[in-house]
């Protein structure tokens, strides 16, 4: 993808540059290259151009379309919706743009999926343009939203007592009909351009990890992949890896548990290779790409790469002009696994596959293509929904695969501070293959940092055995916990695990109870 701000700045600088300094006989030719680009600058911005046009058309949009409804006070929200709109439609979806104040009952229950990106304003009250919206839905019933999934960005500003409350009761009032969140809410506070991001890396996800560019340029620190090894040997799911990361700045080691390490992938070596043969470039040519002197090959690694309809203009452009031109790769997020005083960040890391066989690009670099020892573009999150409680309370934690990697740290937190009432339930394939960090846990458990340990092993009995079932078959022990003030952490994969452990815990909970719960911070999830 060309960068949004490079065309026409970087067509002058080559043109006065090139035609200012050179020759008459070379003025010929630099005015053959200034051409050639003006011609790929145009085709991509003509793009552009024709992408606004068909996103102000997204309203009349109806058959299979997701939904992108937004409430806006400012225009910031319409702003992020028609952001989200745009980035759905460019992975080949079908969307439907409109303010909330156009959305009804019907309309609701015809969609089955809704992306809603809403503010709150004044004192936890919905937009002007949304109070209709609120007095006819939010204060009512709506039938038929069984098959509704959806998901919500709440903007608000947290120096307010009801911090993004209009969101949060949309949120709500969707749940109460049965409506399926295809995620947890994500809150923004002003503008936070991590929350925006999170938002981002869900949209690749519903669109089946389509490269979607971030919206803001990425600002990584440095580290070095200094370990990598297969948890799971022999298993019949996918490979999947403990990676371990050291900073180049030690200041870096910096998070809590629960907080995420966002990932700037590369392209594979051998994808890089067939790029720059295409192009006829020459990798080693030196280039200035994120304020870093890099080759030509080691900065088109990290750009978004282009449709071959480009690649005749892209022949002629001079290298550094081609980098400037192309956008970052998009992050991938990873939970991490371990602490600070650990001295590294750890990550568990499964390997994806995209539709034609590749692996998948973050996946694919930290598992494969970077050798150990090679820089890693990495940034934290904070992710303060997943965060441990203040006190000592006990914790049940629940999840699946590579979701243990958010329990992980969790538990490191809790034995180093000794508080010792601590239950795991989680899933996996087999027992044989897929016990993740078992040395770890079984220590864990001879010193009381572990009261208990339940595992799924999903492939090891005659019917499918899965982290929701032994929920259900502790129902009782589970109810105790939670009425001695327990807080429960759900880490693990959005599809099948998430909802399987939120309607078991509705089952032995009740729906007011699991809802009081997420209003008192003790029903937690990062699930992706």
Not at 202 to 221: F, M, N, Q, T, V
Not at 349 to 374: C, I, K, P, Y
Request: hydrophobic share 45%; net charge neutral.
């Amino acid at each position: 993808m060309l960068s949004p701000f490079a065309g026409a700045s970087w067509l002058a600088l080559a043109g006065g540059v090139a035609l200012s300094l050179l020759g008459p006989s070379r003025s010929a030719i630099a005015a053959g290259v200034v051409a050639a680009y003006a011609g790929f600058c145009g085709t991509v911005l003509a793009t552009h151009r024709q992408r606004r046009t068909r996103v102000a058309a997204l309203a009349g949009t109806t058959d299979g379309a997701t939904l992108v409804a937004y409430a806006s006070q400012t225009g910031f929200a319409e702003q992020l919706a028609l952001q989200t709109a745009t980035a759905l439609q460019g992975a080949g979806m079908p969307v439907q743009l409109l303010s909330l104040a156009d959305v009804d009952a019907g309309r609701l229950a015809a969609c089955r999926q809704a992306l809603f990106v809403v503010s709150t304003t004044g004192e936890g009250d919905a937009p002007d343009s949304a109070c209709g919206f609120a007095r006819r839905l939010l204060a009512g019933r709506a039938d038929g939203l069984r098959e509704l999934r959806y998901g919500i960005l709440a903007l608000g500003d947290s120096s307010y007592a009801r911090f993004c409350a209009f969101g949060h009761a949309l949120d709500h009032w969707l749940q109460r009909h049965r409506a399926q969140p295809l995620f947890d809410l994500i809150e923004v506070d002003n503008g936070d351009a991590g929350a925006l991001r999170h938002w981002q890396n869900h949209l690749s996800a519903l669109s089946g990890g389509a490269e979607i560019a971030d919206w803001e340029r990425p600002r990584y620190g440095d580290w070095v992949l200094a370990q990598r090894r297969r948890l799971n040997p022999g298993s019949h799911g996918a490979p999947a890896f403990h990676v371990v990361l050291e900073p180049r700045d030690r200041d870096a080691l910096d998070w809590q548990p629960g907080d995420i390490a966002e990932v700037g992938p590369c392209h594979a070596p051998a994808e890089v290779a067939r790029l720059l043969a295409r192009l006829a470039l020459d990798g080693a040519t030196p280039v200035r790409c994120d304020a870093r002197d890099l080759t030509l090959a080691e900065a088109l690694a990290t750009r978004m790469p282009l449709p071959d309809v480009h690649f005749a203009a892209m022949q002629a452009v001079p290298p550094q002009q081609l980098v400037d031109a192309l956008s970052p790769l998009p992050h991938r997020e990873y939970s991490i696994a371990s602490l600070p005083q650990d001295g590294r960040l750890e990550l568990l890391v499964r390997q994806a596959r995209r539709d034609d066989g590749r692996l998948g690009l973050a996946s694919g670099w930290l598992t494969e293509h970077a050798a150990v020892g090679a820089r890693i573009a990495l940034r934290i999150r904070a992710n303060r929904s997943f965060h441990p409680p203040a006190d000592d309370r006990p914790l049940i934690l629940v999840g699946n695969g590579t979701g243990l990697a958010g329990l992980r740290a969790h538990l490191k937190a809790r034995a180093a501070a000794a508080r010792r009432r601590n239950w795991l339930l989680f899933g996996e394939r087999s027992a044989q293959h897929d016990a993740f960090f078992a040395d770890e846990l079984a220590a864990w458990r001879a010193d009381g940092t572990l009261q208990r340990v339940d595992h799924a092993w999903s492939r090891d009995g005659a019917t499918p055995h899965y982290v929701q079932d032994a929920l259900r078959a502790q129902a009782a022990l589970v109810r105790e916990w939670v009425q001695e003030g327990a807080a429960i952490y759900v880490c693990g994969s959005l599809q099948g695990m998430a909802g399987g452990v939120n309607e078991a815990l509705t089952e032995i909970l009740g729906e007011p109870a699991l809802r009081q719960l997420a209003d008192e911070g003790r029903y937690r999830r990062d699930v992706y």
